[in-house]
């Protein structure tokens, strides 16, 4: 009779019908643990008795297996683990192979669905089997060194043609695959990654996935998830250039995304917040997607859908706060275009921005950004003058004298700079600006200049590090490390010091009273305006525009 451990050992073989004994894996001894819960039969030896009780031709080992046959069961298991590795080495012969089955499946599918048009039953056996070999291709992903020959075969053409494909469960599929090989987690070579995306263009994966982007139901559980990887293959193919302005310029995935993201619903879905995302992608990437989605009233309808979060926050961490940040970083790339800054003020974006900073809400960091590019460039004269008409002052230098972080100093910067560029001479709108700084004993410029002093010695403890790295270094090597140390720099708020003495720079020339209180606060610290001069002297690689502060001084 078999113990209850014999029992579990003898169940792991069985024979075949000679008499061997076969195994699924090596045959090893272990000693068998106490468990109350499973304990069955009686009571195993001591491990001394058990050591004891051996056969005297060593026959018995374990469960009735000899030693022998553990040793040859053994190295069959290594023989078969070995046998598989062979078999499953991945390289251009294995990748010919692949290519000929799916190429096979392709064609028994479509010669089936079309002899048997009105007989479902005779062609599903080989769409499921088109289906597996589908995803099959999942495991390149892992191999992007076989990408080259995967095209050279014409398989991508012929994957990418499946998004065409009657059954969109398989033109899902197609894509989710598609998905997987472009995604920026594949550790591709830029080469590799680009001969694969290459062969889908050709292939017209564009208009393909725009087909299925319309043809799919998002009622239909499947096929919403079909539009989230059509999404996802959006975003990958986005990381060039190139391909993300094509995709603004040559199909009508722009148009269908603004009205993805106006459609109403309860609670905003994952798909709501993609296509936001993704539409702020397309905006980021080409001053002519801007432009589409600006004659597209997309600047009117993004306010529209930010209006209501000048009362109420999204909940953290959830799909709609994604949704919002995408709507605001999409708008703000669109307000830095001139069509975009008028369409901005003809929407009463200036209006609705100066609402949300009142209230200490989510938006009010990136309402203040909003501005900021707005009144920002050449052509941002008529956004300043609407802030001033819209009773803006008072809210931007109530801000103004707060502590904030340092992207929203830079913004409130970065506002009040633009208005003393570009604010016409002696306009209404000026003269109250400049009043604004002259009020209450020049308290606006003592808050600027405190500001200066912050960000002048943490740019100044960079620089002295720079400085001694510098004098370590040859030539070319101080040529290889500009970009690091000017970012250095920047990271130190190099930007902000530049704008602020741009902001202290206009003061100084339009009025005495300021250049003497500004001058009085430099000689504080044993500086003149020297030291603003040559902040401003710094920024000499921009454009005219923005440098023109220098011959105020």
């Given at each position: 009779?078999?113990?209850?451990?014999?029992?579990?050992?003898?169940?792991?073989t069985?024979?075949?019908?000679?008499g061997?004994?076969?195994?699924?894996?090596?045959?090893?001894?272990e000693?068998v643990?106490?468990?109350d819960?499973?304990?069955?039969?009686?009571?195993?030896?001591?491990d001394d008795?058990?050591?004891?009780?051996?056969?005297?031709?060593?026959?018995?080992f374990?469960?009735?297996?000899?030693?022998?046959?553990?040793?040859?069961?053994?190295?069959?298991?290594e023989r078969?683990?070995?046998d598989d590795?062979?078999?499953?080495?991945l390289?251009?012969?294995?990748v010919?192979?692949?290519?000929?089955?799916?190429?096979?499946?392709?064609?028994?599918?479509?010669?089936?669905?079309?002899?048997y048009?009105?007989?479902?039953?005779?062609?599903?056996?080989?769409?499921?089997?088109?289906?597996?070999?589908?995803?099959?291709?999942?495991?390149l992903?892992?191999?992007?060194?076989?990408?080259?020959?995967?095209?050279?075969?014409?398989?991508?053409?012929?994957?990418?043609?499946?998004?065409?494909?009657e059954?969109?469960?398989?033109?899902?599929?197609?894509?989710?695959?598609?998905?997987?090989?472009?995604?920026?987690?594949?550790?591709?070579?830029?080469?590799?990654?680009?001969?694969?995306?290459?062969?889908?263009?050709?292939?017209?994966?564009?208009?393909?996935?725009?087909?299925?982007?319309t043809?799919?139901?998002?009622?239909?559980?499947?096929?919403?998830?079909?539009i989230?990887?059509?999404?996802s293959?959006?975003?990958?193919?986005?990381?060039r250039?190139?391909?993300?302005?094509?995709?603004?310029?040559?199909?009508?995935?722009?148009?269908?995304?603004?009205?993805?993201?106006?459609?109403?619903?309860?609670?905003?879905?994952?798909n709501?917040?993609y296509?936001?995302?993704?539409?702020?992608?397309?905006?980021?990437?080409?001053?002519?997607?801007r432009?589409?989605?600006?004659?597209?009233?997309?600047?009117?309808?993004?306010?529209?859908?930010?209006?209501?979060?000048?009362?109420?926050?999204?909940?953290k961490?959830?799909?709609?706060?994604?949704?919002?940040?995408?709507?605001?970083?999409?708008?703000?790339?669109?307000?830095d275009?001139?069509?975009?800054?008028?369409?901005?003020?003809?929407?009463?974006?200036?209006?609705?921005c100066?609402?949300?900073?009142?209230?200490?809400?989510?938006?009010?960091p990136r309402?203040?950004?909003l501005?900021?590019?707005?009144?920002?460039?050449?052509d941002?004269?008529?956004?300043?003058?609407k802030?001033?008409e819209?009773?803006?002052?008072?809210?931007?230098?109530?801000?103004?004298?707060?502590?904030?972080?340092?992207?929203?100093?830079?913004?409130?910067?970065?506002?009040?700079?633009s208005?003393?560029?570009s604010l016409?001479?002696?306009?209404?709108?000026?003269?109250?600006?400049?009043?604004?700084?002259?009020?209450?004993?020049?308290?606006?410029?003592?808050?600027?200049?405190?500001?200066?002093?912050?960000?002048?010695?943490?740019?100044?403890?960079?620089?002295?590090?720079?400085?001694n790295?510098?004098?370590?270094?040859?030539a070319?090597?101080?040529?290889?490390?500009?970009?690091?140390?000017?970012s250095?720099?920047?990271?130190?708020?190099l930007?902000?010091?530049?704008t602020?003495?741009?902001?202290l720079?206009?003061?100084?020339?339009?009025?005495?009273?300021a250049?003497?209180?500004?001058?009085?606060?430099?000689?504080?610290?044993?500086?003149?305006?020297?030291?603003?001069?040559a902040?401003?002297?710094g920024?000499?690689?921009?454009?005219?525009?923005?440098?023109?502060?220098?011959?105020?001084?």
């Open positions: 009779m078999l113990t209850w451990a014999t029992g579990a050992a003898y169940k792991a069985k024979f075949t019908a000679n061997d004994v076969k195994s699924n894996g090596k045959v090893e001894v000693d643990e106490d468990d819960d499973a304990e069955a039969g009686p009571a195993l030896p001591p008795a058990e050591e004891s009780i051996d056969d005297e031709e060593g026959r018995f374990g469960g009735g297996i000899t030693r022998d046959t553990v040793d040859v069961l053994n190295f069959i298991d078969d683990k070995s590795a062979k078999a499953e080495k390289d251009a012969a294995w010919r192979k692949l290519a000929l089955n799916f190429e096979r499946k392709i064609s028994k599918n479509s010669e089936l669905r079309a002899k048009e009105d007989d479902p039953q005779k062609f599903m056996g080989s769409e499921a089997d088109l289906d597996a070999d589908i995803k099959a291709l999942a495991i992903a892992e191999h992007p060194e076989l990408y080259s020959d995967f095209a050279k075969l014409g398989c991508v053409a012929s994957l990418v043609s499946l998004l065409s494909h059954n969109t469960d398989i033109a899902i599929d197609a894509i989710e695959i598609i998905n997987e090989l472009t995604d920026e987690d594949v550790e591709a070579e830029q080469e590799q990654w680009d001969l694969l995306v290459d062969a889908m263009l050709e292939a017209d994966l564009l208009n393909l996935l725009y087909d299925n982007i043809r799919l139901d998002e009622e239909n559980e499947s096929d919403k998830a079909g989230y990887h059509v999404l293959v959006l975003e990958n193919l986005s990381s250039p190139t391909v993300a302005e094509s995709l603004g310029k040559d199909t009508a995935f722009v148009s269908w995304l603004v009205q993805r993201v106006q459609k109403r619903e309860t609670v905003i879905t994952q709501k917040q296509g936001a995302e993704i539409l702020a992608i397309f905006l980021q990437s080409a001053s002519s997607n432009i589409k989605f600006i004659d597209l009233n997309g600047i009117d309808i993004f306010l529209q859908l930010l209006s209501p979060y000048r009362k109420r926050d999204p909940a961490g959830t799909e709609e706060e994604e949704y919002v940040e995408n709507l605001f970083d999409g708008e703000t790339c669109c307000v275009e001139l069509p975009g800054k008028t369409k901005f003020l003809e929407a009463e974006g200036i209006e609705l100066l609402i949300m900073l009142r209230e200490a809400k989510m938006s009010k309402a203040l950004r501005l900021d590019h707005a009144l920002g460039g050449p941002g004269a008529a956004c300043c003058e802030l001033v819209a009773a803006g002052l008072k809210v931007i230098f109530t801000a103004f004298m707060k502590k904030h972080d340092n992207q929203a100093t830079e913004h409130l910067l970065g506002i009040l700079a208005m003393l560029r016409p001479a002696n306009s209404a709108e000026r003269i109250r600006l400049l009043a604004k700084f002259v009020e209450k004993d020049y308290e606006k410029i003592d808050r600027a200049m405190k500001i200066r002093r912050e960000y002048a010695s943490k740019v100044v403890a960079v620089d002295q590090e720079i400085q790295e510098r004098v370590k270094l040859s070319e090597e101080q040529e290889d490390r500009a970009d690091e140390w000017l250095r720099r920047l990271d130190a708020g930007y902000s010091l530049q602020v003495d741009v902001i720079a206009w003061l100084v020339a339009e009025g005495s009273g250049k003497k209180r500004v001058q009085g606060l430099l000689a504080e610290r044993d500086e003149s305006l020297d030291a603003v001069r902040t401003l002297q920024m000499e690689t921009l454009p005219q525009w923005a440098r023109i502060e220098l011959t105020t001084l």
